[in-house]
């Protein structure tokens, strides 16, 4: 076989020292951008073993990666085009907007460099997804709400993105870990109020501690009791987190939503937890909730994320649906080889807005 000629790239330039558009870059990402060079770095390294050595599955892979990364940097740091005195949406550019409502994005968690804390929570999103809708559907020093707080993601990526954040998380560890994350980052000017309880008595938390009215949601609830469900013999990620002793769900709290195994009393608890919600939203303020369609043992798509969208509907305007693409997650060999069974890299995140009056 004829040996593969080594491509004559190379990227080992200084990204800072190179002629960027000052315009372009918005001076406190500079470090963001140094710190992802080497990364960058790292994973083009690899993309290129892997070519060498013909593995062109893991190639492409890496390759996407690098790709994904630049692609959430340009719309999270990058501040391009003009703004407009009349948006009463967000601080974003014309352009930036125009990126924004793209129907899908891709994101993708770290896993190398994320804290034991975070790996024991068994669903956690990555706050550069919250950051992206946060920077959307919110202006600067406005309130984000999470109900379904688990480790604190929308939190982190709230204070990320200068918006004050007021939290609800059942277990009183993930509950204690989101605090703790806060601190850290901590900016003294912004608030962040996260209690340990139930989302139930989000009214009650919200008055006693003055909290003003909300201006967004952003959450993810338990997903039905998926992770209660065991994948058969496959090593399933949930398998592997079992073996490494992390959570492999939220708890048995008789009040978790994960616990609740009718799914018809499932989604009315969880619309009923929405429905109660519109007391401490502002008038027209939006609602992203991301949710996932889910396959019973049986082998039955239970469409999950769209039943609760009609429920829901009946309660707010139900406006659209993002798509929130998973590209390096870990992929099962479900029913190899006789059934059919998709890898679901997919996330709803289905947006509601408050009506004009409460
Ligand atoms: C999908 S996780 C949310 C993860 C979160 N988005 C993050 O990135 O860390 C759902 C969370 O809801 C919490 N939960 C379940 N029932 C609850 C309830 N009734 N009130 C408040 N939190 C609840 C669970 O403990 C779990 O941490």
Same mark, same amino acid.
Do not use: C
């Given at each position: 076989m004829t040996p593969i000629q080594k491509p004559k790239f190379h990227f080992d330039k200084d990204l800072s020292s190179e002629k960027k558009s000052e315009?372009?870059?918005?001076?406190?990402?500079?470090?963001? !951008?140094?710190? @992802?060079?080497?990364?960058?770095?790292?994973?083009?390294?690899?993309?290129? =073993?892997?070519?060498?050595?013909?593995?062109?599955?893991?190639?492409? @892979?890496?390759?996407?990666?690098?790709?994904?990364?630049? @692609?959430?940097?340009?719309?999270?740091?990058?501040?391009?085009?003009?703004?407009?005195? @009349?948006?009463?949406?967000?601080?974003?550019?014309?352009k930036q907007w125009l990126q924004h409502t793209k129907s899908w994005v891709i994101i993708d968690g770290k896993s190398g460099d994320i804290s034991k804390q975070i790996k024991n929570h068994p669903a956690s999103y990555p706050p550069s997804l919250a950051e992206y809708y946060i920077s959307y559907f919110t202006k600067a020093e406005e309130w984000v709400f999470d109900p379904f707080m688990g480790i604190g993601s929308t939190a982190q990526a709230a204070f990320n993105t200068h918006r004050n954040c007021f939290g609800i998380e059942l277990n009183p560890e993930y509950a204690q870990f989101s605090r703790e994350r806060i601190?850290?980052?901590?900016? =003294?000017?912004?608030?962040?109020?996260?209690?340990?309880? =139930?989302?139930?008595?989000?009214?009650? !938390?919200?008055?006693?501690?003055? !909290?003003?009215?909300?201006?967004? !949601?952003?959450?993810? +609830? +338990?997903?039905?009791?998926?992770?209660?469900?065991?994948?058969?013999g496959v090593k399933s990620n949930q398998k592997l987190r079992m073996e490494q002793g992390f959570d492999e769900d939220y708890g048995d709290s008789k009040y978790d939503l994960g616990n609740i195994d009718?799914?018809?009393?499932?989604?009315?608890?969880l619309v009923d937890i929405f429905k109660n919600l519109k007391r401490i939203l502002k008038p027209k303020a939006h609602l992203m909730i991301v949710l996932q369609n889910c396959r019973t043992k049986e082998g039955k798509m239970e469409p999950l994320a769209w039943k609760f969208a009609l429920k829901m509907g009946e309660h707010y305007k139900l406006l659209q649906e993002f798509i929130w693409l998973q590209d390096q997650k870990f992929m099962g060999i479900w029913g190899w080889p006789t059934t059919y069974v998709s890898n679901v890299h997919h996330h709803y995140c289905l947006v509601f807005q408050n009506p004009n009056k409460n």
């Open positions: 315009k372009a870059l918005v001076p406190e990402f500079e470090k963001v !951008i140094s710190f @992802k060079q080497s990364e960058l770095n790292e994973t083009l390294k690899n993309a290129l =073993d892997s070519f060498h050595t013909l593995d062109i599955a893991q190639s492409a @892979k890496e390759f996407r990666k690098i790709a994904n990364d630049l @692609k959430l940097m340009e719309l999270l740091i990058t501040d391009k085009g003009k703004h407009n005195s @009349k948006n009463s949406l967000n601080d974003l550019t014309g601190q850290k980052t901590n900016d =003294d000017k912004m608030r962040s109020n996260i209690f340990t309880g =139930d989302s139930r008595n989000t009214f009650k !938390i919200w008055k006693e501690n003055k !909290i003003p009215p909300i201006d967004f !949601i952003i959450t993810s +609830p +338990p997903y039905w009791n998926m992770l209660k469900k065991s994948r058969g009718d799914l018809t009393h499932y989604l009315d608890s």
